[in-house]
């Protein structure tokens, strides 16, 4: 069988990231399974639009025609993409050399409709004594507890994710709303809320991970501090309530339960067993494991309440 052709999608916002977005496009350019072509959407940004078109004359380079944000640039890179399969990577991450190849060998069952893989953090000033891996989501990082390799999952994450074209065609594209955009805090979760509607819509479907395919996600100092590490469970509590009014709680939380139920209270003994130990970072992390999902829980709260005082935007459908 002949392999997939792969279309590769990478969102630019800023400029601030030109080093990093470079590195992203250049760890696409040098894969061991060539891709079909590199995409480069930039976020309503035309200096960085005009700069990194004249920078990688080799890729796609286009505008977000959508909402300002992650969804609308992710639906316009969709639109674009003439891939059999179309692969997310994010302007801060860069893939090792197989991360297409090992991918794409997932795909060899029909059922697959969606790939995605390990993604490991890269701290600019080491990991903090005090971050718990329970909570890597919050550096958009795969976290301690997460599904088996080649397992099926509710959803991927989507610094390193794929899936085949046909899907967008079949369910729609990411829904404006969820994803990061202008506001402040920092919102997730429109690729949790797109997994989960193509597990409604495609039932007979899956999707998988393949801790093969790496890509490593840089995670600058600022984003090493507590103050980042609150802000961020809170709003993921926010995303969350988004989510769960957009597909129904019971499939809005289904992976949250089980993380609730089962991970965090082992991270939180394991942290307390480090400390009976001798090791004083196990406390640390138990603490942060504990506020972390207290900041999360107060999000949600809040979303709830909120989401019945405003609609919600459109799929991009």
Request: a neutral charge; one cysteine or more; hydrophobic letters at 40%.
């Amino acid at each position: 069988m002949n392999a997939l052709s792969v279309s590769v999608v990478i969102c630019a916002h800023t400029d601030k990231r030109w080093d990093d977005t470079l590195a992203a496009a250049g760890s696409v350019l040098t894969q061991s399974h060539t891709a079909k072509e590199l995409i480069v959407v930039v976020d309503h940004n035309p200096h960085l639009y005009q700069r990194l078109k004249s920078a990688l004359p080799d890729a796609t380079v286009a505008e977000n025609c959508e909402a300002r944000g992650l969804s609308g640039a992710r639906n316009t890179g969709v639109a674009l993409a003439a891939g059999e399969i179309v692969a997310f990577l994010d302007d801060d991450a860069t893939a090792e050399a197989d991360w297409l190849q090992f991918l794409i060998d997932a795909y060899s069952d029909s059922a697959v409709v969606g790939v995605g893989g390990l993604t490991l953090p890269q701290w600019d000033g080491g990991r903090p004594f005090w971050f718990p891996g329970e909570f890597d989501w919050v550096v958009g990082c795969s976290y301690l507890g997460m599904s088996a390799h080649r397992t099926p999952v509710r959803n991927l994450l989507g610094a390193n994710a794929s899936f085949r074209r046909e899907v967008f065609a079949r369910v729609g594209g990411f829904t404006s709303g969820l994803g990061r955009s202008a506001a402040k805090l920092p919102l997730g979760c429109e690729e949790t809320e797109f997994c989960i509607r193509i597990g409604q819509w495609l039932p007979d479907k899956v999707l998988v991970t393949d801790n093969r395919a790496v890509v490593r996600h840089r995670v600058p100092e600022v984003r090493s501090c507590f103050s980042y590490y609150r802000a961020r469970c809170y709003a993921e509590g926010l995303s969350k309530a988004m989510v769960s009014r957009s597909v129904g709680t019971h499939d809005g939380l289904s992976t949250e339960r089980r993380y609730v139920i089962r991970t965090l209270p082992l991270g939180v003994a394991r942290g307390l067993f480090d400390t009976l130990r001798g090791h004083g970072t196990g406390l640390s992390r138990a603490g942060a494991i504990v506020a972390g999902f207290a900041y999360a829980a107060a999000g949600y709260a809040v979303g709830a309440i909120r989401n019945h005082e405003r609609p919600m935007s459109g799929s991009g459908q």
